[in-house]
Structure formats: C-alpha cells, structure tokens
C-alpha cells in the first residue's frame, strides 16, 4: 500500500528496473538514460518510476554498497540472548538505542533475541558489547557472542525477473584498506552511503557536497569500485513490501575440517543472502555456520534447508525464523 492506502502493483518494466538498479547503477552523468536505453522506455519515465517506487515503499535507498573489510573500519559481533517475555520490551529498547546495533530481531529458539553489533571509527566493540549485557540485565549464561571467523558471503539482492525472487550471487574478498584515502574520496564514500539522490544528474549533487566537479566525482567513484571498496551501486529493496516475509537463520553444525567446503557450498545457492563461520561457545552452542534465507513461506525456507542440508552432507542444523523485526538499519562507516 502506498502512503494514501492504496494498494500498489509492481509491473514487469518496474521489475525489470529493480532488478536493475540492484545490481549495477550506472556511474555517468545521466544515469536514468542508460537505464531507460536498456529498458526501453524514456530517460523521464525511468526517473518517474524509480521516485514512484521510492514514495510507495518499495526502495528503502540507493546508495554505495561498501566492502567492510577492504575499509578496515569496523568489528562486528553477532549476540543472543534469552530474554523472559516479561522484559522483552524493556531489553529491545535498550538494544535498540545503540547505533551500533544494526539489525534486531525476535527468533524462534529459547535464545528469543539476536542482534548485530558493529562498532566503526575506532570505538571498541567490546565494550560496547559489555555495556548492552550490563544494561539489559540479562544474566551472561542467558547470552551468546559470536563474533565473525570468516565470511562466505553477503549480498541482499533479490531476482524480480526469469523465475521468481531469490537472491544474487556475491561474494566478497580481499584486503585492500581505505587507511590512507585522502580527504576527497572519503567525503564521497561519506556522502553517497548515505544516499543518493533520485534526480536527473545524481551525481552534481554528490560533487557540490564534496567541492569538486562531478566528472572528478564519477572518475573517483569508478576507481574504488575497480579496487573493490565499493562493491557496487545500488537500490536497497524493502522485501516485506514485496511479499519476501519468511526470514530465517540457518544455523549449521559443521566440522572444522569441512567448514570451507560446507561455506562456499552453501554460498553457491542464490536463496542464501548471507553465510558466516562465527566462534562456538562449546558446551553451550556449538553451531558454527550461519546462513540466512529469505523466501516468500515458511515451507519454502524449510524445502531450501533440507534441499542444501542434503546437498552438503550436514544434518545438524537449527532453522530459526523470525517473528518480530525490532531493527534494521545499515552499517555507516565514519570518516
């Protein structure tokens, strides 16, 4: 439904231009014309469906899509907890105050509540970490840390066109670093993770921002992603508005020896949109690949898990769907 209440349909060229604009948004002055050639439709009504699609909900932003680790700014952590029902309120609030906590959700297992915390700019993650299981007052054997070992894969893209939504292949690899970038380029990676505008000539505004010419601004954004640091350009999609609301964790008890094989395995399906190794807590939790998996039902995500449990050879898995969203927001690398 849009803002007025009426429900909104998405057509097969307002599919085909999310689609598009997912993947690779052109890196020109005019953008919109690119697109429009591709879909054959005009420069006008190209830039007419993407601010429509934005108004009605579908398009949360478009934006650059950073590669943390070619940035070296950030730590994250995953954490869950057990949280009484009682005090669910309270401890989301408290959570949720943290701009560090990008995403939190209420799951299916005794351990209700899973959030991600990442810190950036040189705050400690530690201590930030402590300070929410302090203040929510859960007690430590109530809660998880599972910090990140390694990552498969992370790409929250979805198909619209060619046999139904799933998400895209991507992988992220590397360790190119931004420590040295100068003050110009970070501005711009600043400036465009943030948004960018839904105009004729997105990037004027990008260089009015930044002080420089928009030619300088489309040279710089082409070459960082050439070196990686920009993984892409991109429209981030609302899948509730789209009809994708099963959303589960899939958690996987994998041995060490086949912990890469099981990843990029796993990696290779295009229902999977994230897949880590985190740290074990043994004795307590001892599941070491996390992957996630957006559908349109429940029964859909369970057919992928046992589809890909059998693939791999793993029957030790835990499906946790969420049930309530608490937050999600994206990570903001400071400069």
């Known amino acids: ?53 934005s108004s009605d909900g579908f398009i949360r932003k478009l934006r650059t899509i950073l590669d943390a680790k070619k940035l070296n700014t ?35 297992h005794d351990y209700n509540l899973w959030f991600t915390v990442t810190t950036c700019g040189g705050k400690d993650l530690r201590s930030t970490a402590d300070e929410i299981i302090r203040r929510t007052e859960i007690p430590e054997h109530d809660i998880l840390d599972l910090p990140t070992t390694s990552v498969f894969k992370i790409d929250v893209r979805f198909k619209f066109t060619n046999g139904g939504i799933k998400a895209m292949n991507g992988n992220s690899n590397g360790n190119t670093n931004m420590n040295n970038a100068d003050a110009i380029n970070k501005a711009i990676i600043q400036s465009t993770q943030e948004r960018i505008p839904l105009v004729n000539e997105p990037f004027a505004e990008i260089a009015k921002e930044t002080g420089i010419s928009q030619d300088e601004v489309i040279a710089r954004l082409n070459e960082l992603i050439s070196v990686g640091v920009i993984k892409r350009l991109g429209i981030s999609v609302n899948q509730r508005k789209i009809g994708i609301v099963a959303n589960a964790v899939v958690a996987w008890k994998v041995p060490q020896e086949q912990v890469k094989r099981v990843g990029n395995r796993l990696s290779a399906y295009r229902e999977i949109t994230h897949c880590y190794e985190r740290v074990t807590v043994p004795g307590k939790w001892e599941h070491n ?46 400069y």
């Open 1 to 53: 439904m849009n803002a007025k209440g009426l429900v909104v349909k998405l057509d097969k060229q307002d599919k085909e231009l999310l689609q598009l604009l997912q993947d690779n948004f052109p890196v020109e002055k005019r953008p919109w014309t690119n697109l429009g050639k591709m879909l054959g439709i005009p420069e006008e009504e190209v830039l007419s469906r993407i601010q429509r699609l």
């Open 289 to 334: 690949l996390f992957t996630v998996i957006h559908s349109y039902d429940r029964e859909s995500v369970e057919e992928t898990a046992r589809m890909m449990s059998e693939a791999v050879g793993i029957s030790d898995y835990l499906v946790m769907f969420s049930n309530e969203q608490f937050k999600r927001t994206s990570v903001m690398h400071p």
């Open 74 to 108: 950030c730590s994250s952590t995953l954490m869950a907890m057990k949280v009484p029902e009682e005090k669910m309120e309270r401890v989301v609030n408290v959570v949720n105050e943290y701009m560090s906590v990008t995403h939190n959700y209420r799951r299916e």
